[in-house]
């Protein structure tokens, strides 16, 4: 797992410092999720009957933090749409961009994109969970606003950092207080003894919910994803169709063994995100432009999964990550599909 990320990493540097590359550098970027896609096929079958993988790098230390990853069947699952999705939007993206010097640029920043969440659906330590969570916000910001020239482009990066933003701190209280009233900063560790519920742990639960609602554009959340379609469409089909907006979704499914006793939880689900799929659905049927149907349809969608997930009920976990793959599935080639239209 560390291997994957470090890989990520130095494609996206080696992108990012020549740009004379051109569109070339996307195929070159390509080369880290296919690597991904790859490893995860050769461990899918021991992930899938229940063996898990750990790695353990320092984080720092002297507080006795280290930077903890889980190779798991949630995991597993998430890490192949993300490295799977990303290797046909960067193939895509290879064609679609014009050649210059800005299109290896998008592919060094969506390649540490993919960094970041995989980092984040294979975080095993609670606030290494967050510094993936806040990568995924910032490499999302300069994506959007990729087109600086745009003023639309750079009003919809900062709606959406400031929504998203805002929701991870609100996620970050949440996590502090469940590890400290918790005493275990594993979420493996937090998952086999839950803490006590409480106040605290309602608090907890309620910063946990704000961050997974604003991240997957929930109402009244809503509006940063409609914005982020200013995006170049490759950014469109990999962040805010496929990855980034289902993890709000992974991560009540992750943390749902700590706050299922919550007598709000899985009403607070079911509510908004029954509301959301009605609202998404009614005002995908009034768009005109193609990529905006397509936003609200995805917003409908993440509502869906929110709902299945307040059913509360192991067959609806299920049938919610089987919603959340399938979305990716189809909903990253329709971008793919209305970026040639618009062409």
Known sequence: ?????????????????????????????????????????????????????????????????????????????????????????????????SDGPGAARLGG????????????????????????????????????????????????????LLVT??????LLFGLVTVGIIGGEWSIEGLAAAPPAEGAALAAAGIGVLLGAFTKSAQVPFHGWLLGAMAAPTPVSAYLHSATMVTAGVWIVIRLDPLFSGLGFWYPSLLVVGGATAVWGAWRALSATDLKRLLAFSTISALGVMFALVGVGTPKSLFAALAVLVAHGLYKAPSFMGVGIIDH
């Open 109 to 160: 920043l969506l390649v540490l994109f993919g960094a970041s969440m995989l980092g984040l659906v294979w975080s095993d330590q609670i606030l290494g969970l967050f510094v993936f969570w806040e990568a995924t916000t910032i490499v999302s910001f300069l994506l959007v606003g990729f087109n600086n020239e745009s003023a639309d482009a750079r009003a919809a990066a900062w709606q959406a």
């Open 165 to 170: 933003g805002g929701g991870g701190l609100a």
């Open 1 to 97: 797992m560390t291997a994957i990320l470090l890989l990520h990493a130095a494609v996206a540097l080696i992108a990012i410092a020549w740009p004379r590359l051109g569109r070339r550098a996307l195929l070159l970027c390509a080369l880290a999720p296919a690597a991904g896609v790859l490893w995860l096929a050769t461990v899918g079958y021991e992930a899938l009957e229940g063996t898990t993988r750990s790695e353990a790098l320092e984080w720092v230390p002297q507080l006795g933090l280290t930077l903890a990853l889980r190779l798991d069947a949630l995991g597993w699952v998430m890490g192949m749409l993300v490295s799977a999705v990303g290797v046909a939007v960067f193939v895509y993206a290879s064609r679609y961009l």
